[in-house]
């Protein structure tokens, strides 16, 4: 039997938490607020009643287009909050009037063609796990005469290897397993690894900037983008495959971030590495009332000696006893290395030393190199790793049960950071006891640079039945004016979508936003492409 995706939210229909076990979960934050928790009912697609299609595609692309209502569901949300909770109020009234899945280059061109001639809004999508509207057909009604969602999934091959230098062309519709598992049997990886990984596929990640598997040096997709062929409206856009370039303003980097409004990524160059052989990972605890700061200082520290971890995580008090990491009294700080090449052990040793220095209990007898998967995911590390895993799964549940949930993270340099962070937990808890009477926020870091940390930031509050959305839209307000009012970046890695737009026009220069317009019209002059992402929709 096929396994099918949920068309209302994360993952597939038969995965994570059963009924029981939302009930758990439903309970526990029943007592963890003191109210009253009841779980919606899952929707199905019997129950929703999808405006017929507006549009119907020319002969020859009839074969590639559908109005099959669960593809047309499915495509309609990404998977953030405010996707969940109107899915489970049975509102899919932006949903797209077709499905598209090309097989090929010649297809999209074709796909970009049709829509621009007939103004169709075309909105590119890879897995679907947007979580700020990235692609969502909002605000558009009266500018166009229909909505296509177009569908890469086809495109999900690995061309060609060049082993000598360690890249391979890939078409851009490939999601993460598939990615490995075509990689794997050539001793190579692209060791990218964002908590989307089993449903983003890697035109989605180069289109958002999408953060990855390494919490140092090799942060974001950025790193590993060795070339990029793109198909506009206005033709194909193919640049050079090089290592390293100075020739004026990169072409690769125009497509980097264009999250679908400048064009389709339908290959890539990637730079790849051999798969890890050796693994080092220990959890280093930090309590009293200066855990946290101690731990900050810790990280900085780190992040400043060229280790270069693969992850260097810090969970705050109530952020590790959520994933099972800790008691709820300390503060944990994850730190791993792998390679390829050499044992890890003198790495460690310098990184456990340092944490311990700044006031840091780690494990007795340190971190020793293991070969393999060995202790990757055994004790806080390996409870953390699972939460991780799961928890879009969650984000479901905790929809169903009433509860709003966020999670926002941003970037800040270290001299800032103690300042920020007081300014952004005191606006968000204010916000938090203003909507819904109470709630909890936690912090950890996912990324850090020699100068600043990305912080994340998740809020838990009990939601008002039928206010859910406007409580959200009002903390989601509150959050997004924090970061940006002090001097942190709107966004560090889930991209800028439909959410973020109001930050993003103030952290942007507006000549450099004019210069985007520009390039808008002259790859997309009918304006099809994702409208509303990154700028706003042309007029009818």
């Known amino acids: 039997m096929t396994r099918k995706r949920k068309f209302w939210g994360w993952g597939w229909e038969d995965g994570g938490p059963n009924e029981e076990q939302a009930r758990g979960v439903a309970h526990t934050l029943a007592q963890r607020f003191g109210v009253a928790i009841d779980l919606a009912p899952v929707p199905r697609a019997d129950e929703i009643a999808l405006a017929a299609p507006r549009v119907a595609p020319p002969a020859a692309l009839a074969a590639i287009c559908s109005a099959d209502p669960h593809e047309r569901l499915g495509h309609t949300y990404g998977k953030g909050f405010r996707d969940i909770v109107r899915a489970l109020r049975r509102d899919f009234s932006p949903a797209p009037d077709l499905v598209a899945f090309p097989r090929d280059e010649a297809e999209v061109a074709a796909l970009l063609d049709w829509c621009a001639g007939a103004r169709i809004a075309c909105i590119p999508y890879g897995g679907g796990s947007s979580v700020v509207g990235g692609t969502e057909a909002r605000d558009l009604a009266g500018r166009y005469a229909g909505v296509v969602s177009l569908d890469l999934g086809r495109l999900d091959r690995v061309l060609e290897i060049d082993r000598t230098s360690r890249a391979a062309r890939i078409q851009g519709g490939v999601l993460g397993p598939a990615l490995e598992d075509q990689l794997r049997p050539h001793g190579l990886t692209l060791r990218h690894y964002p908590q989307s990984f089993e449903f983003s596929s890697l035109g989605g990640w180069i289109a958002t900037r999408s953060g990855g598997h390494y919490a140092t040096l090799y942060t974001h997709i950025d790193e590993f983008v060795e ?10 856009v193919a640049s050079r495959r090089l290592p390293g370039s100075g020739a004026g303003p990169a072409p690769d980097r125009l497509f980097i971030g264009s999250e679908g409004a400048l064009g389709v990524i339908t290959e890539a160059w990637m730079r790849l590495q051999d798969r890890p052989r050796f693994r080092a990972a220990t959890a280093v605890k930090f309590a009293g009332a200066r855990g946290f700061e101690s731990a900050v200082e810790a990280v900085r520290q780190i ?29 944990v700080l ?8 050499h044992a890890l052990d003198a790495w460690m040793a310098r990184a456990i030393e340092i944490a311990v220095e700044a006031g840091g209990v780690a494990p007795e007898g340190g971190a ?13 590390a390996g409870a953390w790793r699972n939460a991780f895993v799961n928890a879009p799964y969650l984000r479901d549940v905790l929809a169903r049960a009433g509860v709003v949930s966020e999670t926002f993270e941003t970037a800040v340099t270290w001299d800032r950071f103690a300042e920020f962070h007081a300014g952004v937990g005191a606006a968000v808890r204010d916000a938090v006891q203003r909507v819904c009477g109470g709630g909890t926020l936690s912090c950890r870091f996912t990324h850090v640079y020699a100068d600043g940390p990305a912080p994340y930031y998740t809020i838990l509050a009990p939601g008002k039945r039928g206010a859910e959305l406007e409580q959200w839209d009002e903390i989601k307000a509150a959050a997004s004016e924090a970061l940006v009012r002090l001097g942190g970046t709107i966004t560090h890695h889930h991209s800028v979508g439909r959410d973020h737009r109001p930050g993003y026009d103030r952290e942007t220069p507006a000549l450099f936003r004019a210069a985007l317009g520009g390039a808008k019209r002259a790859l997309d002059p009918a304006g099809v492409l994702n409208p509303g992402v990154l700028l706003d929709p042309q007029p009818a």
């Open 334 to 341: 994850l730190v791993a290395f792998e390679s390829a090449d």
């Open 303 to 331: 992040s400043q000696a060229g280790l270069h971890p693969s992850n260097c995580r810090l969970l705050d008090a109530i952020e590790a006893a959520n994933a099972g990491a800790g008691d709820g009294t300390e503060c």
């Open 368 to 380: 020793k190199t293991q070969r393999g998967d060995e202790g990757a995911r055994d004790g806080a």
């Open 227 to 236: 070339s990029l062929r793109v198909v506009t409206p206005s033709g194909v």
